[in-house]
C-alpha cells in the first residue's frame, strides 16, 4: 500500500492535535505574539502545532531564544508556567487554554490547586501617538485557587541578557533602580548605534519592570542561581550581580518576586513591562544629503525612560480597557465577514504594527519638532529595507483601517526625500534605504528597480489616503512628483517592459497583466488627484488615457478561451491573481469593466487547490495577503470565502513555528519563506472597503 506525503502529513498533524490538552480559541497559530511592539521588540512562542508556553523558550521573530522564564509557587510547590528552563525543584504548571485577540495573547495554567492566567499585551494604539510609539509591553499575572480554597502564592519572572543582541558571545552590563518602580535595565557594554546582527540592534537597553509594592523583591545574576533561589524560598534577595560578562557567561538573567500571601479569590493582576528603547532611533537622509538623527515619538512627551515606563505602568488598567474595546470593534467588523476572516485579522494586526516605529526630529535648539512626525517600517525577514513602498502597500489596508492618518507618515519619507531631487529616476523609489534603521536613500539610483510598482503603489496610496482623511497636503505639495511618476506609467504601464514586481521572487516578466493594472489605476488615480486639487484639463486627460488603456489591455490580457485574464500577454495557458483589481474597487475608481471581475471570479473557483489559489501558473505557491487582496474584489461570496478559509487553514495548519508567514503553497500549507513580516496587513483589505 502507498502512502501519499500529503496523507502521511496529515495523520503526523491529527496526532499532534490529538496531544493538544488546552482549548485554543480561535486556533493554535504557528507562533504566538508575546511582545510585539517595534522590530527590536518582537518576542513569540513558537508553536507549530501546538506548543505550551512552558514546553519553549520565547524567540525573537528570527528564531532567536530571548529568555524568558516565569514561576509560581502555591503552598511551597514550585511550578514553571513561562520558557523552559531546567532547573531542579520545580515541576511543569499545564496549560488549560490559549486565546488571542488583536492586541493579547491570554493562557489559563494550572498549578495544583491554583489557575494562573497570563496576559500578554502589546498594545495597538493607532490614534495616541505617543502611546504608539511607546515600544514597552505588558505581562499581566492572575492567580486564583481552582479548588475553593485558600492558598499561598508567590509569583516569579525574569528576562535573560539575549533580549539585547543578535550576538550571545559579547558583552552586557546592567543596573537596577529602586522607588515605586523597580526597573532592571540591560543592554550591550559596546553600543553599535544604527547596526544591527542577525536582525537584533545593537544599540539601547532592554528594560524589565513592575511597581514596588509590598512582598515585591528583586535579583540579578546567573539564570540556574536566581531561579534556584526562588523556588527554594518563594522570595529573591534584593541583591545584584555585578559581575559584567557575555551574554552566554553564566546566562545574566533580571528578576521580579511578587508574595501574593494568602489567595482565596482571583487576585488583581501583578503587573510587569518589557521593552526595548534606544535613542537616536532611526538615520534620515534630509536635503543636500544631510543625515538627520530621529528619536521615537514619546520622547517628545517623557524626559526620561524611568517616566514613560512608570506612566505605561500606571496606564495598565485603562491600556487593557482600550484594547479590549479595540480588540471587540476589530472582531465586530471581521465578523460580519466571517469567523474565519475575524480569526486570521487578529492574528496579523500586533504584526503589521510590530514592524513600525513612530519618529520625531529635533530642531536646532534640541527642542523636539512635534509637527515633524515620520513613520518607519522595517521590511522584515525578506531584504531588512527601511520604508520598502511595495511592502507598505500590501500592508495598508491595516492602516486605512486603524487611522488613516498614520498612513501618511509612512509615505512622508519617501515624498520627502524624492522632493529633494537626489534620486536621480523618474519612477518612484523602491525603499528608503537597504538596511533599516538607516533610511539613507539611493542618491546612486541603483535601487531595486520596480518602476511601475512602485509608482502605481505611490499614487493608489496617496489618493487613498486623501479620500479617507479629506487632507490634501500630499496631493499639493508633492503635485509635481505624483505627475512626473504617472508620466512615466503612461509611456510604461499598458505594454510593461521585463521587470519585476512586488513578487520578485517569482523572477521578471515582461508584459504582465497585473502590473498592467496597477499602473492603469494610478495613471486614473492621478486624473482623480488633479481632480481633488483643481486641475480639470490635466484630470480629464489622464481619465481618456486610462479609459483607452483599459479597453487596449482587455484584448492583450484575456485568453483566447475568454475565460481568464493571463499573466502575461499573449500566453494563453498562463494566468495569476490579478489582485491589483482590488485598487480599482478601493478607489472607486470603477475604470476596469465588472466582467473583467466576474470573469476571475468564475476563474479561480476552478484552479483552486486545497490551501487556495496559486498567485500564478509559474509555481503552486502564493501570497497570504494577496489572497485577501482578492478575496475584496471577487463578485461572489463563496469564492471570497473560499479564499479567506484557504488562508485561515494555513494560518492553524502547524507545520511551521514561526511567526505568520505571507508565502506558502497551496497544495500542502507549508511555509516558503517569510516570517513576522508587515505585509499581513493586507489581510485587512475587506476591512479597508
Not at 530642531?363 to 525577514?381: A, Q, W, Y
Amino acid at each position: 500500500m502507498r502512502i501519499t506525503v500529503a496523507a502521511l502529513t496529515s495523520s503526523l498533524l491529527s496526532c499532534v492535535h490529538a496531544a493538544v490538552t488546552w482549548t485554543a480559541t480561535p486556533f493554535n497559530p504557528a507562533a504566538v505574539p508575546l511582545a510585539v511592539r517595534s522590530p527590536y521588540l518582537s518576542a513569540w512562542l513558537p508553536q507549530g502545532a501546538g506548543t505550551a508556553l512552558n514546553a519553549a523558550w520565547p524567540t525573537f521573530w528570527t528564531g532567536q531564544i530571548v529568555g524568558w522564564a516565569g514561576y509560581i509557587k502555591v503552598d511551597g510547590v514550585a511550578y514553571n508556567f513561562l520558557g523552559a528552563p531546567n532547573v531542579a525543584g520545580a515541576q511543569k504548571a499545564s496549560q488549560k487554554s490559549f486565546q488571542f485577540t488583536s492586541t493579547q495573547s491570554v493562557f489559563v495554567m494550572t498549578a495544583g490547586p491554583v489557575d494562573l492566567t497570563v496576559t500578554f499585551l502589546s498594545p495597538v494604539e493607532p490614534t495616541d501617538l505617543v502611546k504608539q510609539s511607546l515600544p514597552l509591553s505588558y505581562l499581566a499575572l492572575s492567580a486564583a485557587p481552582n479548588d475553593g480554597k485558600s492558598h499561598s502564592v508567590q509569583l516569579y519572572s525574569d528576562i535573560s541578557a539575549e533580549w539585547v543582541t543578535g550576538d550571545n558571545s559579547l558583552t552586557a552590563n546592567w543596573s537596577t533602580t529602586t522607588g515605586n518602580v523597580l526597573t532592571h535595565q540591560v543592554q550591550l557594554a559596546k553600543q553599535s548605534p544604527f547596526s544591527e546582527v542577525n536582525d537584533h540592534i545593537q544599540q539601547g537597553s532592554a528594560f524589565y519592570s513592575t511597581h514596588s509594592t509590598t512582598g515585591t523583591t528583586f535579583q540579578t545574576g546567573q539564570d540556574t542561581v536566581v531561579r534556584a533561589q526562588f523556588i527554594a524560598n518563594g522570595r529573591l534577595p534584593n541583591t545584584q550581580d555585578t559581575t559584567f560578562r557575555a551574554v552566554s557567561d553564566r546566562w545574566p538573567v533580571f528578576a521580579f518576586a511578587h508574595d501574593l500571601g494568602t489567595v482565596s479569590q482571583a487576585t488583581p493582576p501583578v503587573v510587569l513591562s518589557v521593552g526595548h528603547i534606544r535613542d537616536p532611533a532611526i538615520q534620515y537622509i534630509v536635503a543636500g544629503g544631510a543625515i538627520q538623527q530621529r528619536s521615537l515619538f514619546f520622547l517628545s512627551q517623557f524626559s526620561t525612560m524611568s517616566a514613560a515606563i512608570s506612566s505605561f505602568l500606571d496606564d495598565f488598567s485603562a491600556a487593557l480597557t482600550r484594547a479590549k474595546n479595540f480588540d471587540a470593534q476589530v472582531n465586530r467588523d471581521a465578523s460580519a465577514i466571517s469567523s474565519d476572516y475575524a480569526s486570521i485579522v487578529a492574528l496579523s494586526i500586533r504584526q503589521v504594527f510590530g514592524a513600525t516605529e513612530l519618529t520625531i526630529s529635533k530642531g536646532r535648539t534640541g527642542k523636539f519638532n512635534t509637527s515633524d512626525v515620520l513613520m518607519f517600517m522595517k521590511e522584515i525577514s525578506s531584504d531588512g529595507n527601511v520604508n520598502t513602498v511595495d511592502v507598505i502597500f500590501p500592508a495598508w489596508p491595516a492602516f486605512l483601517y486603524a487611522n488613516a492618518a498614520l498612513g501618511k507618515a509612512l509615505l512622508l519619507p519617501l515624498f520627502e526625500y524624492q522632493a529633494t531631487g537626489q534620486y536621480p529616476n523618474k519612477w518612484s523609489v523602491h525603499d528608503m534605504g537597504a538596511s533599516y534603521p538607516k533610511a539613507l536613500g539611493h542618491n546612486d539610483g541603483r535601487d531595486e528597480a520596480m518602476p511601475v510598482e512602485e509608482s502605481g503603489n505611490m499614487l493608489i496610496m496617496t489618493l487613498s489616503h486623501a479620500q479617507r482623511t479629506g487632507d490634501k497636503s500630499l496631493l499639493t505639495t508633492y503635485f509635481k512628483l505624483l505627475d512626473q511618476w504617472t508620466q512615466f506609467l503612461i509611456t510604461d504601464s499598458l505594454i510593461p517592459a521585463n521587470q519585476i514586481s512586488t513578487d520578485d521572487f517569482a523572477g521578471s516578466l515582461a508584459n504582465q497583466t497585473n502590473l498592467a493594472i496597477k499602473g492603469i489605476v494610478g495613471i486614473k488615480a492621478m486624473a482623480q488627484i488633479a481632480s481633488l486639487v483643481g486641475d480639470t484639463a490635466r484630470s480629464a486627460n489622464y481619465s481618456s488615457i486610462a479609459s483607452s488603456y483599459v479597453s487596449q489591455w482587455q484584448k492583450f490580457a484575456t485568453a483566447s478561451t475568454g475565460k481568464h485574464l493571463t499573466l502575461a500577454y499573449g500566453n494563453d495557458n498562463s494566468w495569476g491573481l490579478s489582485y491589483n483589481l482590488f485598487a480599482d474597487k478601493l478607489l472607486g475608481t470603477n475604470v476596469f469593466p465588472k466582467s473583467v471581475f466576474d470573469m476571475q471570479t468564475s476563474w479561480y473557483s476552478t484552479v483552486a487547490n486545497s490551501f487556495g489559489v496559486p498567485l500564478d501558473t509559474r509555481h503552486t505557491y502564493t501570497k497570504s495577503d494577496w489572497e485577501i487582496w482578492t478575496a475584496g474584489l471577487v463578485t461572489s461570496t463563496s469564492v471570497r470565502d473560499l479564499l479567506i478559509s484557504s488562508v485561515r487553514k494555513f494560518a492553524a495548519d502547524g507545520l511551521s513555528s514561526q511567526p505568520f508567514g505571507d508565502w506558502y503553497e497551496t497544495t500542502n500549507g507549508a511555509v516558503e519563506g517569510f516570517r513576522a513580516r508587515p505585509v499581513v496587513g493586507g489581510h485587512l483589505a475587506l476591512l479597508a472597503l
